[in-house]
């Protein structure tokens, strides 16, 4: 996946300003910023819900920009949302499910195909193991607590087979053990070799998981590299971590 | 006895059209206050074709659900750009200006309406009330195993997440405007069907026939009998065919009741009498919730 140049402004503002990066296989990579640094705005290009001003986006090759949200999904990157969006009236198992129906929704098999084939609901609680979801099956998504929604979303989009998986803010409201739980999930996904998107405003938690960071503020793209050199790096620590510090470092 | 049948075909056309409504509103959650005007379209073109074009009932019969479904597709294409309480707006809209084309077309008989429609006639004699009572509950029977049927696949699936997340349902690789379009299309092929069978059994129709209060009592039935459910729609449809003619006093103030279902249902029975989680199911959780723990002890 690359990015090349991707600019968005929404009327006079710049959202994003001529952001490249790029994710390599396998790659487990954090995009951190303080807030309306513009990274939702980037997860929102590369899904395909905003078309880029100027720029392109790449995804195995293949631009991707300009599509719509329903093919990107298709052509394998998965995204779970800021704030959880689970089908809430749907029960857990259900909204794996959707995902599944993945290959009908294209044509008019969706007229012919069930979604309570067994082979369906088998890898569908197959997936909800993984995500430690699969006592909850049968309840209303809506009726878990937050840490599992986080969870079914991921599993949700897991489903879908991607070889990309965009992680908004996993972290946030979460409690220490909820934490630790989701830690060992992403990176279980991660050691299966689909790349992972991570953005995060939880210090700690993107320390720990990822393997390089690229950072963002007012738009631009202000360091790349490791998590040790980022977090040394002066101007990050002026544009991020300083002004946390001030503030009381709430997430520390 | 041929006044009990002619309830039974009404009931049976009104379920057609509560089931075609709640494909649209309860399944795939686009709601809609204009359907009386796919109604209208099955009929008139129906009646069109059969009293002005000279063509043959059998005939006629899938010409109109196939143009009424196009022209569910054309209408469904507002709702790729509007959402919730504007579509509602539009679709008002349309549900006018559908019945003012019809009544300003001299090709449709202007305010006059089309008469002399002919009933279908079966190995050359046209059926008599009893055998289009058949006809009639024939069809809603097709209707609502067709729609069942359908609830089982993949299409539901599809419908239920646009209807609760459209971002989400993207994400997912549903293409919101595709299954927008499909719930629009077969919903107004049922109402197609539903216009068919009303001109053919009336034999006359006006543009009055289809006017916005018959799109709110449309919505009255699905939403009395449990939005998203076909139980629920048949049960409303049903009833408040059925009852106006027993209760002679609610039939003077048709409108009213109607209002007045409307909104004592959502605020005490939001999930009307048969609706998934409704009361009458509440009555009956005792036996349910020994199920449920039966099951999960299974598993």
């Known amino acids: 996946m690359k990015i090349d140049r991707v600019t968005k402004h929404f009327g006079g503002l710049i959202a994003v300003n001529s952001v490249s990066f790029e994710i390599l296989k396998g790659e487990l990579l954090a995009l951190i910023g303080p807030n309306g640094a513009g990274k939702t705005t980037l997860f929102n290009l590369i899904t395909g819900v905003f078309k880029p001003s100027i720029g392109k986006i790449f995804f195995d090759g293949k631009e991707i920009s300009g599509k719509r949200t329903s093919q990107i999904a298709r052509m394998g990157i998965g995204r ?7 089908f809430g009236k749907m029960t857990v198992l259900e909204n794996v499910l959707v995902p599944l129906g993945k290959s009908f929704y294209t044509n008019l098999s969706v007229f012919s195909h069930s979604p309570r084939e067994n082979s369906s609901i088998s890898k569908a609680m197959e997936l909800l193991k993984d995500a430690y979801l699969d006592d909850e099956f049968d309840k209303m998504a809506s009726y878990l607590p937050i840490g599992m929604q986080r969870r079914l979303e ?10 990309l998986l965009l992680l908004d803010e996993p972290a946030a409201g979460l409690n220490e053990k909820e934490s630790m739980q989701l830690k060992e999930y992403i ?14 405003h939880d210090m700690k938690f993107v320390m720990n998981i990822a393997k390089r960071i690229v950072v963002l503020d007012h738009g631009s793209k202000i360091a790349e590299g490791v998590p040790s050199e980022v977090a040394s790096n002066p101007q990050v620590i002026e544009a991020y971590l300083g002004r946390k510090h001030k503030k009381g470092d709430k997430n520390a | 006895m ?11 056309i009104y379920t057609i059209l509560a089931i075609s409504l709640n494909i649209l509103t309860g399944y795939a959650g686009q709601v ?23 063509f043959n009932y059998w005939t006629a019969l899938p010409l109109s659900i196939l143009i009424t479904a196009l022209v569910g597709a054309l209408l469904g294409l507002p709702s790729l750009r509007v959402h919730s309480d504007f579509l509602v707006l539009v679709t008002i809209g349309i549900n006018f200006v559908v019945v003012a084309l019809f009544k300003y077309t001299p090709f449709f008989g202007g305010p006059y309406g089309l008469l002399g429609i002919p009933r279908p006639s079966l190995f050359g004699e046209s059926m008599n009330t009893f055998e289009y009572f058949l006809y009639a509950v024939g069809w809603a029977t097709f209707t609502i195993l067709f729609v069942y049927w359908m609830s ?5 699936v599809a419908f239920e997440a646009i209807k609760e997340d459209e971002e989400a349902a993207e994400a997912m690789t549903i293409s919101v405007a595709r299954f927008k379009i499909y719930a629009f299309t077969i919903s107004a092929a049922f109402a197609g069907l539903a216009g068919n069978l009303w001109a053919h059994y009336m034999g006359v129709i006006f543009p009055g026939n289809f006017s916005f209060s018959k799109s709110i009592e449309i919505m009255t039935m699905i939403v009395l009998g449990g939005i998203g459910t076909i139980r629920g729609a048949v049960l409303g449809a049903v009833l408040l065919i059925f009852l106006p003619e027993y209760l002679r006093f609610v039939s003077d103030y048709r409108m009213l009741i109607y209002g007045l279902i409307i909104v004592f249902t959502m605020i005490f029975i939001p999930s009307g009498l048969l ?25």
């Open chain 1, 80 to 86: 779970t949302f800021q704030i959880v969006r689970p």
């Open chain 1, 154 to 163: 991921i599993a949700r989009a897991l489903a879908l087979e991607p070889k």
């Open chain 1, 187 to 200: 990176e279980k996904i991660n050691s299966n070799g689909i790349s992972i998107l991570l953005i995060e």
């Open chain 2, 2 to 12: 041929g006044y009990l049948m002619t309830l039974g075909i009404f009931a049976s």
């Open chain 2, 32 to 54: 809609s206050l204009g359907h009386a005007a796919l109604f209208g379209i099955g009929a008139y073109v129906s009646a069109a074709l059969t009293v002005n074009l000279g």
């Open chain 2, 152 to 156: 089982k696949k993949y299409i539901r």
């Open chain 2, 275 to 299: 609706g998934d989680r409704s009361i009458t199911w509440k009555w009956t959780r005792i036996f349910k919730k020994g199920d449920r723990v039966a099951k999960n002890n299974e598993n």
